[in-house]
């Protein structure tokens, strides 16, 4: 079992930056994949980033360049670093970890989530 709490959310104009934390309850060294989801209003919730337990990344289109994932794994969390911020980015942003217990078994954790609002 991994509890995951998220923080660092909040209310930011157009073009800032906000730096997201999830803080796990676990070494994440023996998490295999963590990432970040986000999901607005009407839309789907969406992989922002992820990374490994051998720190391979990955982002969605729309926030490479921008989004930079990563982790501490001395503080068991990972951080997801937001510059130029667009009022699209709007969403809550929510905490994942994956852990492969199986070759064909996972188990997937997931925090409360952290708030973002981007003003224009």
């Known amino acids: 079992q991994v509890q995951l709490v998220e923080s660092g959310g909040g209310l930011v104009q157009a073009g800032g930056s906000l730096r997201l934390s999830c803080a796990a309850s676990r070494n994440i060294f023996s998490i295999n994949v963590m990432g970040w989801y986000r999901q607005a209003p009407g839309k789907q919730r969406e992989l922002v980033a992820s990374i490994t337990s051998g720190g391979s990344t990955n982002y969605v289109d729309s926030v490479k360049g921008r989004f930079t994932i990563s982790r501490d794994n001395a503080k068991n969390t990972v951080y997801l670093q937001m510059n130029s911020l667009k009022p699209e980015d709007t969403a809550g942003y929510y905490c994942?970890?994956?852990?492969?217990?199986?070759?064909?078994?996972?188990?997937?954790?997931w925090g409360q989530g952290t708030q973002v609002t981007v003003s224009s």
């Open positions: 994942n970890a994956r852990i492969y217990t199986y070759v064909t078994k996972l188990n997937d954790y």
